[in-house]
């Protein structure tokens, strides 16, 4: 097919349209359906393999990473074909295909395109802050709950906290503080791209980490405390020894300012508190049961599990639930994997995840190139959206999910090419 290639305009450019998609993608995720941001991860895809048909020298090459993954894939692709729902199954093994496909189209994609990372970046730091528009009108205008997203039986009036959701769809507070939480590392990109950009890194990543406060989302609150805690230690590690004094004297004033905040606000207070409260909080309650119903789930089918998709989670999950406790799916993303595709599953993907995060660190602290800082933001992100996932459910949601996906290829591309 490189004739084909050679003499066709539009496949020597196909880069710009395969890029194009992909920050349409990015733009979208901020208003439109969950279809209409997976048509931009399909096309993206259909252009990348028609690169891979026709452009010379373009075989993939696998890391250890990419051979865990691929395991991964086929124990899916197994589980799927002995589900007991195979057409609910294979629709939700379609959407597992195709962010899967994405993450590949992203590494293609950078491997020839690097000087893109940067403007990736940049366009999440634009959603962010599209995004925190949106929460502080919300929040001034005391937006009404479409749902009820908080327990305010044990609460005062003024405990009560306006959960704002911007406009990401469907609107729910915590699919807008994760999605926040996977983009906010973003801004600390932006210093290295033009140190004009300090002063607009500070300003518009405080107010983005106020906005993803704003939403109430106690998932992302815990993400975004272990983000931190990893941005505290990768910098002390590389700070040299007469600086990291002052560094932990930074860090310890920032902590009691931080507790000084918490315990002064009394919406902020009791929502933080009520992670603990356990079975006293009606969300915790709720987690609790759908968590002992999964676990029974997984202990029935946990050689290949019950096949892909919440449509065909939500069939079998009706046969072990607790009576009034419907659920769409684990609330864990690590049980979900496991109850859907088995414990071999579960494993490659926790693999996967390791390998990767264990690549980034140590290419932070050994890499004294441009570069670094595009890998840490992606690891932070990583870190905030596996940390939210222990909770939740959002991160199968495109508008994270895609987001993950792009960060973790950032990781494959400049950690496997120097």
């Known amino acids: ?8 305009y539009i496949l020597q450019n196909i880069d710009f349209l395969i890029g194009l998609n992909i920050f349409l993608l990015i733009f979208s995720s901020t208003f439109a359906s969950s279809d209409y941001i997976g048509y931009f991860g399909l096309i993206t895809i259909l252009l990348t393999a028609i690169k891979l048909l026709t452009k010379k020298c373009e075989t993939p090459k696998l890391d250890i990473s990419d051979k865990l993954l691929l395991v991964y894939f086929v124990i899916v692709l197994i589980s799927v074909a002995g589900s007991s729902l195979f057409i609910l199954s294979l629709k939700g093994f379609f959407k597992t295909l195709t962010y899967l496909g994405f993450y590949v189209s992203v590494v293609h994609y950078l491997k020839d395109n690097r000087d893109k990372i940067k403007w990736i970046f940049i366009a999440f730091c634009l959603c962010a802050c599209y ?44 699919l807008f503080g994760g999605y926040m939480l996977s983009i906010i590392p973003a801004f600390i990109t932006l210093p290295f791209v033009s140190k004009k950009l300090l002063p607009v890194a500070l300003i518009t990543g405080i107010l983005s980490v106020t906005a993803m406060v704003l939403t109430g989302c106690r998932g992302a609150y815990i993400g975004f405390f272990f983000m931190l805690i990893t ?45 603990f409260a356990m079975r006293s909080d009606s969300s915790n309650s709720f987690r609790f049961n759908v968590y002992q119903s999964c676990i029974q789930m997984f202990k029935d089918n946990w050689l290949l599990g019950i096949g892909c998709g919440n449509q065909n989670f939500r069939e079998i999950y009706g046969l072990y639930m607790k009576t009034g406790f419907d659920a769409l799916s684990a609330y864990n993303i690590y049980l979900e994997t496991a109850v859907e595709s088995g414990i071999f599953a579960l494993i490659t993907f926790v693999s996967f995840l390791f390998v990767n995060i264990y690549k980034a660190v140590k290419f932070i602290l050994s890499e ?4 670094t800082i595009y890998v840490l933001a992606a690891l932070l992100s990583i870190i905030g959206i596996l940390t939210h996932g222990m909770v939740d459910t959002v991160f199968f949601r495109p508008q994270i999910q895609f987001s993950f996906w792009i960060m973790v290829g950032i990781i494959r591309v400049i950690t496997n090419n120097k």
């Open 1 to 8: 097919m490189s004739p084909v290639y050679e003499k066709s």
């Open 231 to 275: 941005l505290v230690c990768i910098t002390y590690k590389l700070l040299q020894p007469k600086f990291q004094k002052i560094f932990t004297a930074i860090v310890g004033i920032g902590t009691l300012i931080l507790s000084f905040i918490i315990v002064s606000t009394a919406s902020l207070r009791a929502r933080i508190f009520s992670i």
């Open 131 to 174: 995004e925190t528009i949106f929460a502080f009108l919300q929040n001034f205008g005391a937006v009404e709950e479409i749902s009820g997203w908080q327990d305010m039986s044990h609460l005062n009036p003024e405990e009560v906290m306006t959960r704002v959701y911007g406009t990401l769809q469907p609107f729910n507070p915590n």
């Open 368 to 371: 004294k190139i441009s570069e």
